[in-house]
């Protein structure tokens, strides 16, 4: 979909065409396009019967806002998850003036207005630029809200109380992990977030800690067991903790406790635990151990083991019913031995590829286990287990 065929969609005629698109786009596409193209041309069939489609994906991410909404594939994909944009606002004090230098299409944005803040948002795309736009007008957040097409660096973060930034993580040659090949790069967004009063940079979860910049906060955030990313927190808008982990959609967070040293480790005991992927994010692993008096499997690996059933909500809990040295033979022939016939694999510190291991098992029967895959000093290990 170009620029021209949007702001058709966004017209009367457009808007009937995608009132009809969203009524038959789950059928068959020939069909639907037969079927639309009798009252409509070619190109707005298929920008209507597109942004029907892109409706419908964008319900698991935007909820009842989604058939309001307006994306492109990559926009949708890069757009940040309303409950996550909606905890995220809420450090934000209503009335901040607050410049969103690389919207996307507006999945921050949105959230930042409904929290009462002016937006003064760039994007350097043009078509992405004008999805935002008809974003925040479709959700009636417009007056809050204003969108140029520009890149960010044209923004003055000083005039500003807040400086918001997501750079794109994606460029032509797909995903990037390299905080470096960001776009705008993460020194320039960390320059222009110093020249703010305050300042919010959404990140991916890898991010090295050693490029979180000094005074700043940065917290992980999980939604429903998954990390999404890493928010910095700079100037005023940054906590005292250093590093927290929060789980969506709960809320809860765990911060560093400064008389906690390093968790110890021992034999494995009846249970094992793994924490939320957010806390492991956040270092804060040694404070999930201590919560539910456990010890580490290894030093360097984030399972916990418990001789009781502690719980917590920071960390999965499974039952142990058998230790092995991790050798394909034993392993398939302990879990015949129990019936299981439906393996959850999970590992940590291991090498195996756990695809392959699930075909070379080959199991047939009517239990499931969990087997979680680990090493334990130099050595692999099977732990056969069950969800407690
Ligand atoms: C990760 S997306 C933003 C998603 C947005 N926060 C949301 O929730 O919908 C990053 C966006 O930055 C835009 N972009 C990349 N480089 C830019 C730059 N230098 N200036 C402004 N926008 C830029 C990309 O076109 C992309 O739409």
């Known amino acids: 979909m170009d620029l021209d065929a949007f702001r058709e969609l966004l017209t009367p005629r457009g808007q009937e065409a995608l009132e009809a698109a969203a ?5 068959d596409p020939v069909a639907a396009v037969t079927r639309l193209r009798k009252s409509y041309d070619a190109a707005l069939t298929s920008a209507a019967l597109t942004q029907a489609g892109l409706r419908r994906r964008a319900a698991g991410k935007f909820g009842s806002d989604a058939p309001l909404m307006y994306f492109t594939p990559h926009g949708l994909e890069q757009a940040t998850r309303r409950e996550v944009a909606d905890h995220r606002a809420r450090r934000f004090t209503a009335g901040s003036r607050v410049a969103d230098v690389c919207c996307g299409i507006g999945g921050d944005l949105i959230a930042l207005a409904r929290a009462g803040c002016v937006v003064e948002a760039v994007e350097a795309d043009p078509l992405t630029a004008a999805i935002a736009r008809a974003n925040a007008d479709a959700l009636g957040l417009g007056e809050r809200v204003s969108v140029r097409t520009a890149t960010a660096a044209t923004v003055e973060a000083a005039s ?10 994606r460029s032509a040659r797909g995903r990037t992990f390299d905080p470096m090949s960001y776009s705008p790069p993460w020194p320039e967004v960390l320059e222009m977030a110093g020249r703010a009063p305050a300042a919010c ?14 005074g700043a906060e940065a917290e992980w955030v999980s939604y429903r067991g998954e990390v999404k990313e890493a928010v910095i927190w700079c100037g005023a808008l940054a906590g005292t903790a250093g590093r927290r982990a929060t789980m969506l959609p709960s809320g809860a967070t ?3 406790d400064p008389a906690l040293g390093p968790a110890g480790h021992g034999p494995v005991g009846r249970y094992v635990h793994e924490p939320d992927g957010a806390a492991i994010r956040a270092h804060l692993v040694a404070e999930v151990a201590a919560a539910i008096g456990g010890r580490l499997l290894d030093p360097r690996i984030a399972y916990i083991t418990t001789d009781t059933p502690a719980r917590t909500p920071w960390a999965s809990r499974y039952e142990v019913h058998e230790v092995l040295p991790f050798s394909l033979k034993r392993l ?3 879990l015949r031995e129990r019936g299981v016939g439906e393996v959850t694999l999970k590992k940590r510190g291991s090498a195996v590829d756990v695809e392959r291991l699930r075909k070379d098992l080959r199991l047939s029967g009517g239990h499931s286990a969990v087997v979680i895959l680990t090493r334990i000093g130099e050595k692999p290990f099977a732990l056969i287990c069950t969800p407690f």
């Open 254 to 256: 765990l911060t560093p």
């Open 160 to 169: 500003f109380d807040v400086l918001f930034a997501d750079p794109a993580r």
């Open 332 to 334: 398939r022939a302990a």
């Open 23 to 27: 009524e038959i786009v789950g059928d």
């Open 201 to 214: 940079l959404k990140v991916a979860p890898g991010i090295p800690h050693e490029l979180v910049p000094g």
